[in-house]
């Protein structure tokens, strides 16, 4: 099980971390949200929970709740820029479609979906 970043995401992460010496990671998670089901929840973190799954990926640590973990395995994260716009994106191989705006996603049949 492994979650990914992109160079660009490494380094809006990094950047981040670096303003926030406080945080020593990227957690990644998702709560059921928006008209598919599942939306993605990212922050920056000091603590690691005895139920989460840590991996590091381009000198990052990424922190993901091992009950949503099934969900996400796999993911690749990236950021974009797009004029004043700029966000995470996501590109989970888990998820077997998404809602119109972007925001929710449903998967496929995977434990605890």
């Known amino acids: 099980m492994a979650i990914f970043l992109t160079d660009r995401?490494?380094?809006r992460i990094r950047d981040f971390l670096q303003k926030q010496p406080d945080k020593q990671a990227f957690r990644l998670s998702v709560k059921k949200t928006g008209c598919s089901g599942w939306g993605y929840e990212?922050?920056?973190?000091?603590?690691v929970n005895e139920d989460d799954?840590?991996?590091?990926h381009?000198?990052?640590?990424?922190?993901?709740?091992e009950t949503v973990l099934p969900l996400v395995d796999g993911t690749t994260v990236d950021f974009v820029q797009q004029g004043?716009?700029?966000?995470?994106?996501f590109d989970n191989p888990n998820a077997k479609g998404e809602c119109g705006c972007g925001e929710s996603f449903t998967v496929r049949d995977v434990a605890n979906a």
Request: aromatic share 8%.
């Open 9 to 11: 995401a490494a380094a």
């Open 58 to 65: 381009k000198g990052i640590t990424i922190v993901v709740p």
């Open 53 to 56: 799954a840590v991996f590091e």
């Open 42 to 47: 990212v922050g920056l973190t000091d603590t």
């Open 84 to 89: 004043i716009n700029s966000s995470f994106v």
